[in-house]
Nanobody, 125 residues
Framework: QVQLVESGGGLVQAGGSLTLSCAAS????????MGWFRQGPGKEREFVAT????????KYAASLKGRFTISRDNAKNTLYMQMNSLKPEDTDVYYC???????WGEGRETMYDSWGQGTQVTVSS
């Protein structure tokens, strides 16, 4: 299994931006479909965005499209997520995940078998 480490979380004011990174090791990154999920206290983990290794297979949660952008750099074995116009309701722990079960972008949490430890994003009002 690939190992994943997220970074880039922190405290930001509403309207600000953050870029999350997810460094992968121990696998062939370019053949993994990657995803970002988030979870807050007492809430279920929810899908944010996904980027398959098949070109143009990016998907977003409908409520987030336009503010968040997922991307990957296969040469650096790293997944990114640019988050703009952040809102207090975006406050959550953000997780990256990987799956080799499909090459297409995948929004179902159960399809992923490798997860990072998460990075906290806090948006103040």
């Amino acid at each position: 299994q690939v190992q994943l480490v997220e970074s880039g979380g922190g405290l930001v004011q509403a309207g600000g931006s953050l870029t999350l990174s997810c460094a992968a090791s121990g696998g062939t990154f370019s053949r993994y479909t990657m995803g970002w999920f988030r979870q807050g206290p007492g809430k279920e983990r929810e899908f944010v965005a996904t980027c398959g290794w098949i070109p143009s297979s990016t998907k977003y949660a409908a409520s987030l499209k336009g503010r968040f952008t997922i991307s990957r750099d296969n040469a650096k074995n790293t997944l990114y997520m640019q988050m703009n116009s952040l809102k207090p309701e975006d406050t959550d722990v953000y997780y990256c995940a990987a799956t080799s079960a499909t090459g297409w972008g995948e929004g179902r949490e159960t399809m992923y078998d490798s997860w990072g430890q998460g990075t906290q994003v806090t948006v103040s009002s």
